[in-house]
Structures are given as structure tokens and as C-alpha cells.
């Protein structure tokens, strides 16, 4: 019990982290905010998300193998597969950001200066894209939690 206590809070702490972490990447990828500062600070979050996402399913994964429950139970829940189905669309959207942000950071470098407005919003897109899906896996938590 202790184990299955201990796999559930580092999961929602890896959780929790990503929720932060994208927070910070939506609050600054704006056009009246992005300059040379900020750009380095976006491709540090978008590496920061990466490894969160992947800290994410790691923790998931060590439920399903450790946890009391077992992967036999998970793989015959529907709400599992919708939870699973929905972070990996996180993952894709959520990693697009992580390239774009190195671009820019590569182009500033190069002296190009800061990308165009339109670019900086249609990243943004990306980013709040992952960043809406994420409380929609937390709903779905609930619901399997209260035995939907």
C-alpha cells in the first residue's frame, strides 16, 4: 500500500510540474513579450517540458508495472485508454513548441533577430493546445477515480 501511495504522488507531482512548466511557456510566449531573454528562457522550458512529459509517463508506467492494481486491470479500463490517448496528443503538441523555440534561439544567433508576430502566435497555439488538454486528462482522472 505504501508503494502504491508512493507511485501515485510521484505522479501527480511529475503532473503537477508539467502544469507549471507549461503555464510559464503559455505566460511568455507572447509578441509585446519575446526578446532575446525570453527566447532562451522558452527553450529552456520547452527542454524543462520534455523531460516533465517523459517524467509523466515513466511515473504512469511504474503504476501500471508496481502498483497494486496491475497492467491487466489498467489495459481493461476504457478511461485509461482515453487518459493514455490524451497525453500522447499533449506529447505531439506540446514538443512542436521545443523546435520552434530552438529555431528562434538559432536565428538569433545567427543575428536574424525575433521572429514575426504571426509566428510567435501560431507557436503560442501550439503551446496552449497541450496546455488545454492537460485538465481535460485531470477530469478524465477523476471520473475513472469515482468508478465511471
Known sequence: ?????????LHLVAFLTL?????SQAALCRPEWLNEAVVKRLVKLGALVAVVLLLVLLTGVAR?????????????QPLFHV??????????LAIRPLFIFRRWHAQLQAGAGL??????????RWVMGAA???PVIAV???FWARGW
Open 1 to 9: 500500500m505504501t508503494l502504491e501511495a508512493i507511485l501515485a504522488s
Open 19 to 23: 502544469v507549471v512548466f507549461m503555464s
Open 64 to 76: 501500471v508495472v508496481w502498483g497494486v492494481k496491475g497492467g491487466a486491470w489498467y489495459g481493461g
Open 83 to 92: 487518459k493514455t490517448t490524451l497525453f500522447l496528443l499533449v506529447v505531439v
Open 115 to 124: 521572429p514575426a508576430a504571426s509566428e510567435i502566435k501560431a507557436a503560442r
Open 132 to 134: 488545454h488538454l492537460v
Open 140 to 142: 478524465v482522472a477523476v
